[in-house]
């Protein structure tokens, strides 16, 4: 009975076929070996070649030229070292290997050896370059601070602030600062502040501690979140003598929390100082001015002769004298014409006037009240009424009232 045959693979695709397992596998995709170097060699090429070993077992580990060609240290056989890479295979030989990207003494610290290894990486990357350091506002308005709502850093901060410079406005971000997703969560921090209007600066950082507490300011999230900022970020993570990757990789590096609000903001009294010296400066310049015009002023009146002078003042009173001469004749002229102007008016409501219908030979009769008679039947046989002339009146008896029909 004849066996099934199943699918048949060439060579090269179980090779694939492994290599895709080893890179799906994070652990091997970012390894620390230690052992003894043998078998180096370095081609004409640049690539470094050779076999990391222990007392069971070794492993080949090829570190190319791109890389080689900065390490500071560059090992050689006999060697006791440590090699961060991945583990990957090469395809001529279906053959695993470590890919290495950094070597280091034996001996030396994990965190400490991957501090040093981001360290060499994101330098070689431009992320510690003064040409993409921000300057920082000389006066901020708004600061925003990246730290933990509860920690002595931000009661530091605050308090630094109230004292230099309690006018500007703080905008708090709380995150965790050390321990799982810690990293995370600042860069997360970062990302959000640069999406808020207004915020002039960021302070990112904590209080002092171990290298391990300190570490998520060592970690490359965080670094590249504070490199890829629009706004000025100052790392404050520590104490004096700690320095992170924050520190490096940050526009403006302060040794503590409190040293931070010293070198952001400007001291309140400082401020007063120097504008009340100002305003000496400015007053002293214009009084020093004002003698330097008077000064001028004198010497110009000194070199006029006296009679000079005073034929000065006597061509401005002449000046004086005709422009009242000129005014009065034009005053006098607007009276005459408001004068012909009142004479005919005059004229005019004189030819209006009742005095002038009484010359004409017509009288004004009023009765005893006093009232202008205008109706004949308005008076009665005997009544008594007063007739004004044109010159002079009479007091009359009527003796009857006719009325014209």
């Given at each position: 009975m004849m066996q099934s045959v199943g699918k048949i693979y060439k060579v090269h695709e179980i090779t694939q076929r492994l290599r895709d397992i080893l890179r799906a596998e994070p652990i091997l995709q970012d390894l620390w070996l230690e052992g003894e170097i043998s078998n180096f060699t370095r081609s004409s090429a640049g690539h470094v070649y050779f076999t990391l070993k222990d007392s069971n077992s070794q492993i080949q580990c090829v570190i190319f030229q791109r890389v080689a060609s900065r390490l500071r240290l560059m090992p050689k056989s006999g060697d006791a070292v440590l090699v961060h890479g991945q583990l990957s295979i090469y395809d001529a030989r279906s053959q695993y290997q470590i890919i290495g990207d950094y070597v280091a003494p034996a001996g030396v610290g994990k965190l400490q050896l991957e501090?040093?290894?981001?360290?060499?990486?994101?330098?070689?990357?431009?992320?510690?370059?003064?040409?993409?350091?921000k300057p920082l506002p000389k006066f901020p308005q708004k600061i925003g601070l990246i730290t933990s709502a509860t920690g002595a850093a931000i009661r530091d901060i605050l308090r630094m602030l109230q004292e230099r410079y309690p006018a500007v406005e703080v905008l708090l971000f709380p995150t965790l600062v050390q321990g799982d997703g810690a990293a995370e969560e600042i860069a997360h921090a970062i990302r959000c502040m640069n999406r808020q209007s207004g915020i002039d600066l960021l302070i990112v950082g904590r209080g002092g501690g171990s290298i391990e507490d300190l570490w998520a300011f060592n970690e490359e999230v965080v670094a590249r979140a504070i490199f890829e900022s629009h706004i000025p970020i100052v790392s404050a993570v520590g104490h004096e003598t700690d320095v992170t990757?924050?520190?490096?990789?940050?526009?403006?590096?302060?040794?503590?929390?409190?040293?931070?609000?010293?070198?952001?903001?400007?001291?309140?009294?400082?401020?007063?100082?120097?504008?009340?010296?100002?305003?000496?400066?400015?007053?002293?310049?214009?009084?020093?001015?004002?003698?330097?015009?008077?000064?001028?002023?004198?010497?110009?009146?000194?070199?006029?002769?006296?009679?000079?002078?005073?034929?000065?003042?006597?061509?401005?009173?002449?000046?004086?004298?005709?422009?009242?001469?000129?005014?009065?004749?034009?005053?006098?002229?607007?009276?005459?014409?408001?004068?012909?102007?009142?004479?005919?008016?005059?004229?005019?409501?004189?030819?209006?006037?009742?005095?002038?219908?009484?010359?004409?030979?017509?009288?004004?009769?009023?009765d005893s009240s006093g009232k202008t008679v205008t109706d004949a039947s308005r008076v009665h046989a005997g009544e008594e009424v007063d007739v004004r002339l044109s010159r002079g009146r009479l007091a009359c008896r009527v003796l009857k009232g006719e009325i014209d029909v």
């Open positions: 501090f040093e290894r981001l360290k060499e990486q994101l330098e070689t990357e431009g992320l510690f370059d003064q040409a993409y350091k990757i924050a520190d490096l990789v940050a526009d403006h590096r302060a040794p503590t929390p409190s040293a931070a609000v010293e070198n952001i903001v400007p001291d309140r009294e400082e401020l007063r100082l120097q504008i009340t010296g100002i305003r000496s400066i400015l007053v002293r310049s214009i009084a020093r001015r004002i003698d330097v015009v008077r000064t001028q002023l004198e010497n110009i009146q000194s070199r006029i002769p006296a009679r000079h002078r005073i034929d000065a003042i006597n061509r401005l009173r002449q000046v004086i004298d005709q422009l009242d001469s000129r005014g009065e004749r034009a005053v006098v002229q607007q009276l005459k014409g408001k004068r012909r102007t009142w004479q005919v008016t005059a004229t005019q409501l004189d030819a209006l006037s009742p005095l002038a219908t009484l010359a004409r030979g017509y009288s004004i009769c009023k």
